[in-house]
């Protein structure tokens, strides 16, 4: 074959996996997510209007509607399914009490003539149905009383209208559920994968640790500071800030490097001034990103419980580890730098070093396991005891803090890893089958997972 031919060839060949692979491989349905509900929602409403126009049903843009309310705002399937089984029940339900109040109906005005006893039945049962809708029935109980209206809206009659209604809900629910099954969008799926991302990015600003305690001095990222002037009542300290120019120019001696924070301050200590605060961009950014993503895993909790059968309590367990660990590594980022001018022996030093870098390994590792394919086993974080080295407990004060957060961030990881252990067998069961055998082969057809062995 031709070079140019073949090139042709693996250029097809690209783009179509390109193009496939937000319908095949998970990973990408989580980086495309909105483009394939919107894709999903589109082709759902389109089916359920050529459906209505075909069969003639009355009433048929009910059908239309429901899909809408199923999949309008819902993008993954265990909230999906929640919300169609609700409005399955309560057009069911919503179904016999209408036609029970329109039997009720017929016999108060055949045998007694009282029209008004109707009435104040419909209203009472009304009633009730918004009572336990708020104590419990939530939106089951909701549509119950929007298909008992819709039912009973016919005057003297059996509510031909009504139910046509409360049969297209049904026709629209099937609809939805359809477009969901064919193009899944899993909850248990985006929760590993968010969870996994943010380990990841919490190993990567956790490794740069390391960096602050060897040179705390200013670097690259604070070269295009932003300098935040305080509301000082008396404008005459102003006149002490440094300028941009002397920015280069800062002894690290006189810094205060709040990595956490984002933030260093400069300050001139015999003058007593007021402080110019120079923002980490790039740490800023970051944080802010993790920050996103641990505020979407809490929008999957609920959908992820009811697809995986995993207890609320525990994913909200393992939701608050996860917010803890990110809490502790904002705060030994802020510690770091103020280590460098604080002495330590080398056999400390080492432990130091030992200690960071099983850390780092163990988020990138429960990473790995969260996004493999494959059932497997959490490892320990690291066996290092900080007991077993008394001489941790002469060191300066600024050294015990910090090996005292990288103990509490060493048993937030192993108390993250063991919740999810505990639950990998119903997480792992609810991202689908499918979704374990499309990955195996393309792990396979690409020689192996490789972040597994880190």
């Not at 300050?267 to 950014?285: C, L, P, Q, W």
């Given at each position: 074959?031709?070079l140019?031919a ?8 690209s ?63 265990g ?10 029940l309560g ?11 329109l039997?009720i ?5 055949g045998?007694?003539?009282?029209a008004?006893?109707?009435y ?10 918004g009572?336990?809708s ?46 969901t099954l064919i193009?899944?969008?899993k909850?248990?799926?985006?929760w ?5 991302k ?16 060897s ?23 102003n ?17 205060q ?20 605060t ?5 740490m ?7 920050n ?20 609320t ?10 917010r ?11 510690a770091?730098?103020?280590l ?15 200690y ?13 396991v ?9 490892r320990?974080i690291t066996?290092?005891?900080v ?8 060191l300066?004060?600024e050294?015990?803090?910090y090996?005292?957060?990288?103990q ?12 999810l252990q ?14 374990q ?18």
């Amino acid at each position: 074959m031709p070079l140019n031919a073949e090139l042709w060839t693996m250029n097809i060949s690209s783009l179509k996996n390109r193009l496939m692979a937000p319908l095949i491989e998970p990973y990408a349905r989580y980086l495309h997510a909105d483009l394939l509900h919107s894709i999903r929602l589109g082709t759902a409403v389109v089916a359920s209007l050529l459906f209505s126009q075909l069969t003639k049903i009355p009433h048929s843009e009910w059908s239309t509607i429901t899909v809408f309310v199923i999949l309008g705002l819902l993008q993954y399937q265990g909230a999906i399914y929640t919300k169609a089984k609700e409005r399955v029940l309560g057009t069911l339900l919503g179904i016999v009490v209408g036609l029970g109040l329109l039997w009720i109906n017929h016999q108060v005005q055949g045998y007694f003539g009282i029209a008004w006893l109707y009435y104040v039945l419909v209203g009472v049962i009304s009633g009730v149905i918004g009572y336990y809708s708020i104590k419990q029935l939530g939106y089951i109980g909701l549509l119950t009383g929007i298909t008992m209206c819709m039912v009973i809206s016919s005057y003297n009659s059996i509510g031909p209208d009504g139910i046509a209604r409360a049969f297209n809900v049904l026709i629209g629910t099937l609809f939805a559920v359809m477009a969901t099954l064919i193009v899944p969008l899993k909850s248990t799926l985006m929760w590993r994968f968010l969870l996994a991302k943010n380990l990841d990015a919490c190993a990567d600003m956790y490794d740069g640790v390391e960096d602050y305690i060897s040179d705390p001095s200013l670097d690259q990222r604070f070269a295009e500071a932003d300098i935040v002037e305080s509301d000082a009542e008396d404008k005459e300290l102003n006149k002490h800030r440094p300028s941009s120019a002397e920015v280069a120019n800062i002894d690290p001696q006189n810094v205060q490097l709040d990595l956490g924070a984002t933030t260093v301050t400069a300050i001139d200590g015999a003058a007593n001034t007021a402080s110019t605060t120079y923002v980490n961009k790039d740490m800023v950014e970051q944080f802010k990103e993790i920050n996103k993503r641990l505020l979407r895993v809490r929008g999957h909790i609920a959908a992820t419980a009811k697809e995986s059968g995993i207890d609320t309590k525990d994913l909200d367990m393992i939701q608050r580890t996860h917010r803890n660990i990110i809490g502790t590594i904002d705060l030994l980022l802020s510690a770091a730098p103020k280590l460098a001018h604080s002495p330590i022996d080398e056999e400390n030093r080492i432990l130091v070093d030992h200690y960071h870098r099983e850390l780092t390994q163990g988020m990138r590792h429960i990473a790995a396991v969260l996004r493999s394919p494959s059932d497997q086993e959490f490892r320990p974080i690291t066996r290092i005891k900080v007991s077993d080295y008394p001489s941790v407990q002469t060191l300066p004060f600024e050294w015990q803090g910090y090996f005292w957060l990288t103990q509490t961030l060493q048993g937030q990881l192993q108390s993250l890893s063991d919740l999810l252990q505990q639950t990998q067998t119903q997480w792992y069961k609810g991202s689908g089958l499918r979704y374990q055998r499309q990955e195996q082969r393309r792990i396979h057809a690409h020689g192996g997972e490789s972040d597994l062995d880190i």
